[in-house]
């Protein structure tokens, strides 16, 4: 009674099993007919150009002169021609309308076998005890008749169709055994011909699969120790070798591939991927596509945060921070307020310029004659006050402050807390850190690079020359140059140096991003008016310019006049400034009774100084002077030292520069017996904020983060195919610039250490006055728990 109940449910499934199974074939064998006729389609039109080739081939050798041709040579061609009825029978039979209807027709169900299921039949019927439940399946197969799915036996063609085919193999098999010396120039010359190229590529083509040219190879030996190499780049500085020298591995290393797929590249397919110069780009284009074709997805590391800003409108956020602002003017505060001024101009990007705010008790040793503010809105409004009085047009940016305490060892303002909290994460999307190992010596907060997309360091002051000039100068610069190493790479992703005069810093590069004040630009717009109508343009001599301190350049500048104080009789030096050691220079200026008239310091744009000629500055601290190149702006003679702060001038023919003192007292010489030359436009241009802009935009590769769609700003092109390699490729630099974030940021965390390393007190968190100007929530004294 058993079997009579279970036997139907079994049948029922068998039939089930079967119809699915005869489903699939089904499907399989219509996929495996279409692929035959897309290749009996493709060897048909290769026929038809390998025939006419062919034919071309014949009748270019028929109008041979039969003066230079040898009867042996004759006779050859003439059995080629003998050829050409089977060729014409060749490409009739294949170029026929029905061809792939009759090769499919030979391949179809007529020349299919059946499957055998009496053994299935025989198993389900085993199973059966009642006659009743044995199942009918001569009826069901005659019932389903037209569903059977046929197995495709070995096609059989007409040996018509392919007599043709195994002639023409035949006799070129006899001709290529019989062909004379004498025929084998003609051939040769067949062979290099662009047919051969075609017909080996298209039989390429219908070999392989179509999925295998979709494949992406493996990285291969070579590449990966490249990448070994390029990754490990922080643990071999350590050891002393340098970059240029892992960069000439890598290179090697990846040049041998290159070779390898010049070889095999018939088609120049992979033209885009060998021709690529840039031996980075490259290799993070092969990794990403290794990577994406794999379906690997890196999500980031221990030190990594993913959590960055996200664009939520069409426009990117530059955030501008730096050390200084004004009233007081140093470089520091004028320059990031140009920059800020014109990246905001072109109104692609919204710009946010970070000051530190001082309380009025440092606002009285640091601003100049005796300016302070009661609140940061009043501070704003003299800044745009002063900046539009110089520019000429409103710069749409925003202003925001964080607390800062000025330190008068070192004359420099300190941030006081995390100073990445005063951008909001809604608009931190790329920071530009103005001197960025001053920002972060002390900086005990979030990472840079974890909060922002892109962090660009412009590297203003030679701290380094500073340092060596104090009490045990060379020791106290030895651990600042690393200290300097260190935040750099672990805060930044790309360093611009103004100049050489800088240390060289990890992922950094030289290149002059400052522009002058537009104001000195037309000063030198009315002197070369002026000297065209025939004037008189300077009536003064020389002067010298800056902040009255030893370091910049009075030590250099008393020794040169004191050297050569016979030679350079009767010269005048008009000198300008206020500083620390103002008593000390002019002490020691009287005592050698040099021809030095110091008087009080001056804007530079002021219209005393206009008449003078020839600037002198014979500073070597200096990293890009500003003074220097708003004299040129005013077209006048400037004598600067042969020294890598100055290569950016050494292409104005105003500058005048020298490398011992002799040299100095001939220059000096020269520019007062000659006038300078007017700036061309494109000397002016070189010189102003628009060309400074525009090459910020390129070193810092803000250009290119600012261009594209993602807001992390790492993609590589494959092909015209971006792929994101900041979330497909794990980097060992990234992980060892984030080990050195956090180890910074443990350290700094300890007050004793901060105050061990020279940090002012209290500076770890900002105080109950700062709160209370800048209207921000009491600090805790001690931190949270900090998110990596």
């Given amino acids: 009674m058993v079997n009579e109940t279970q036997s139907p449910a079994a049948s029922s499934n068998a039939f089930s099993f079967l119809s699915k199974s005869w489903k699939e074939v089904r499907v399989s064998a219509d996929a495996d007919f279409q692929l035959i006729r897309n290749r009996a389609n493709s060897f048909k039109n290769i026929a038809t150009s390998f025939d006419r080739e062919f034919e071309n081939f014949i009748n270019s050798a028929s109008t041979l002169p039969s003066a230079i041709r040898s009867p042996r040579q004759s006779a050859e061609i003439d059995f080629v021609k003998r050829l050409q009825p089977k060729l014409s029978e060749f490409r009739r039979v294949y170029s026929a309308p029905d061809f792939s209807k009759r090769v499919l027709e030979k391949w179809g169900h007529r020349g299919s076998i059946r499957i055998d299921l009496s053994a299935i039949r025989n198993a389900i019927v085993s199973e059966a005890d009642d006659g009743d439940a044995v199942v009918d399946f001569d009826r069901a197969r005659r019932r389903r008749r037209s569903r059977w799915v046929g197995f495709m036996e070995e096609p059989k063609v007409e040996k018509d169709h392919w007599e043709p085919i195994r002639a023409l193999k035949a006799r070129l098999g006899e001709f290529e055994r019989r062909r004379s010396p004498s025929t084998v120039d003609i051939f040769d010359g067949w062979k290099g011909r662009e047919l051969v190229e075609k017909l080996k590529s298209s039989l390429k083509a219908i070999c392989k699969e179509p999925e295998e040219s979709k494949e992406v190879p493996p990285l291969?030996?070579?590449?990966?120790?490249?990448?070994?190499?390029?990754?490990?780049?922080?643990?071999?500085?350590?050891?002393?070798?340098?970059?240029?020298?892992?960069?000439?591995?890598?290179?090697?290393?990846?040049?041998?591939?290159?070779?390898?797929?010049?070889?095999?590249?018939?088609?120049?397919?992979?033209?885009?991927?060998?021709?690529?110069?840039?031996?980075?780009?490259?290799?993070?284009?092969?990794?990403?596509?290794?990577?994406?074709?794999?379906?690997?997805?890196?999500?980031?590391?221990?030190?990594?945060?993913?959590?960055?800003?996200?664009?939520?409108?069409?426009?990117?956020?530059?955030?501008?921070?730096?050390?200084?602002?004004?009233?007081?003017?140093?470089?520091?505060?004028?320059?990031?307020?140009?920059?800020?001024?014109?990246?905001?101009?072109?109104?692609?990007?919204?710009?946010?310029?970070?000051?530190?705010?001082?309380?009025?008790?440092?606002q009285e040793l640091v601003y100049p004659n005796n300016i302070t503010f009661s609140s940061p809105e009043e501070q704003e409004t003299y800044i745009r006050n002063w900046l539009e009085e110089r520019i000429g047009f409103k710069a749409d940016f925003k202003i925001s402050f964080y607390p800062g305490k000025f330190q008068k060892e070192r004359r420099s303002i300190i941030p006081a807390g995390d100073t990445s909290q005063f951008i909001p994460s809604k608009d931190a999307d790329i920071a530009v850190l103005e001197e960025p190992e001053h920002l972060n010596w002390y900086h005990h907060g979030k990472r840079w690079t974890d909060k922002f997309n892109h962090v660009v360091g412009v590297v203003h002051t030679n701290y380094l020359e500073y340092i060596k000039r104090e009490k045990n100068g060379a020791l106290q610069a030895f651990f600042v140059k690393h200290i300097n190493n260190w935040v750099t790479r672990a805060y930044c992703n790309k360093v611009l140096r103004l100049s050489a005069a800088t240390q060289d810093l990890p992922k950094s590069i030289v290149c002059n991003v400052h522009g002058v004040n537009p104001k000195f630009l037309k000063i030198g717009d009315r002197v070369a008016a002026e000297r065209e109508l025939g004037q008189q343009a300077f009536s003064k001599g020389a002067y010298f310019l800056g902040k009255m301190v030893w370091a910049k350049g009075y030590r250099e500048l008393i020794d040169l006049l004191a050297k050569h104080k016979s030679d350079l009789d009767g010269f005048k030096l008009d000198v300008f400034g206020n500083g620390e050691d103002a008593h000390e220079v002019?002490?020691?200026?009287?005592?050698?009774?040099?021809?030095?008239?110091?008087?009080?310091?001056?804007?530079?744009?002021?219209?005393?100084?206009?008449?003078?000629?020839?600037?002198?500055?014979?500073?070597?601290?200096?990293?890009?002077?500003?003074?220097?190149?708003?004299?040129?702006?005013?077209?006048?003679?400037?004598?600067?030292?042969?020294?890598?702060?100055?290569?950016?001038?050494?292409?104005?023919?105003?500058?005048?520069?020298y490398r011992t003192s002799e040299d100095f007292v001939a220059k000096v010489k020269e520019a007062l017996e000659n006038e300078p030359q007017p700036l061309t436009p494109e000397q002016r241009y070189n010189l102003s904020w628009e060309a400074a802009t525009q090459r910020f935009l390129e070193y810092s590769e803000l250009e290119r983060v600012l261009n594209e769609d993602r807001g992390d700003g790492s993609t590589v092109k494959i092909n015209e195919k971006s792929l994101a390699k900041s979330v497909s490729m794990p980097s060992l630099t990234e992980l060892y610039d984030g080990g050195l974030a956090f180890a910074h940021y443990c350290l700094t965390g300890n007050e004793f250490l901060r105050l061990c390393t020279g940090a002012m007190p209290g500076t770890r968190v900002y105080n109950k006055q700062h709160s209370k100007d800048l209207n921000l929530l009491p600090a805790q004294v001690e931190d949270p728990i900090y998110g990596w």
């Fill in 586 to 657: 002019q002490s020691a200026a009287r005592k050698l009774n040099l021809n030095l008239n110091f008087l009080r310091g001056r804007d530079h744009a002021d219209d005393s100084l206009h008449g003078y000629k020839v600037f002198v500055n014979p500073s070597v601290s200096d990293v890009l002077c500003t003074a220097t190149a708003e004299a040129l702006a005013m077209g006048k003679f400037v004598i600067c030292a042969d020294h890598p702060s100055n290569e950016f001038f050494r292409s104005f023919p105003n500058c005048l520069t």
């Fill in 220 to 362: 291969d030996v070579p590449e990966l120790l490249a990448c070994l190499i390029r990754q490990s780049e922080p643990f071999l500085d350590q050891l002393g070798v340098r970059k240029d020298v892992c960069d000439k591995i890598v290179e090697s290393l990846c040049s041998k591939r290159k070779k390898q797929l010049l070889m095999r590249s018939l088609s120049g397919e992979e033209s885009s991927i060998t021709g690529n110069d840039n031996i980075n780009n490259e290799l993070d284009s092969r990794l990403a596509s290794v990577l994406q074709s794999t379906g690997h997805c890196y999500e980031g590391g221990f030190w990594t945060d993913t959590g960055k800003h996200e664009m939520t409108d069409q426009k990117r956020h530059v955030a501008i921070v730096t050390t200084a602002s004004l009233p007081w003017m140093t470089g520091t505060a004028v320059n990031p307020l140009f920059r800020a001024a014109y990246l905001a101009e072109s109104a692609k990007q919204n710009v946010t310029l970070l000051v530190p705010w001082l309380c009025k008790s440092d």
